[in-house]
């Protein structure tokens, strides 16, 4: 049953299952600014050095630990925040699927962010 429509705090009317361009664009500029003050992968150790390791570790380790499809992606279980040695500690890596690895880390910044308010 789709979901009936509601009101933004635009004032626009918008159907249940779509979200309000101006929350897109809010979404966007958020972004935009959260991007502007991260370093690039490079500088946050995302070498050829790595993209090497991250091959041959999913060579060897080809499954998505969480759902058991194909594994696209190295995720350190722990973030590193720039530690070059828990970066490349592999009992810290784990091979996850580009979905399963957004949704967690997603998950992640949310109860993150969550904690940090109640504080």
């Not at 995720?75 to 040695?85: N, V």
């Amino acid at each position: 049953m789709p979901r009936p429509p509601r009101l933004c705090s635009c004032g626009a009317i918008v159907p249940g299952d779509q979200i309000c361009a101006c929350q897109v664009e809010k979404t966007r500029e958020r972004k935009r600014r959260h991007d502007q003050r991260r370093p690039s992968s490079r500088q946050r150790g995302y070498t050829r050095e790595w993209e090497k390791a991250r091959a041959d570790y999913l060579r060897y380790h080809p499954v998505c630990r969480m759902c058991g499809d194909t594994a696209t992606v190295v995720d350190h279980i722990t973030p590193h925040k720039g530690d070059k040695a828990l970066f490349w500690n592999h009992s810290n890596w784990q091979p996850l699927c580009k979905p399963c690895h957004d949704r967690h880390k997603q998950r992640q910044e949310r109860i993150k962010t969550l904690l940090a308010r109640q504080s």
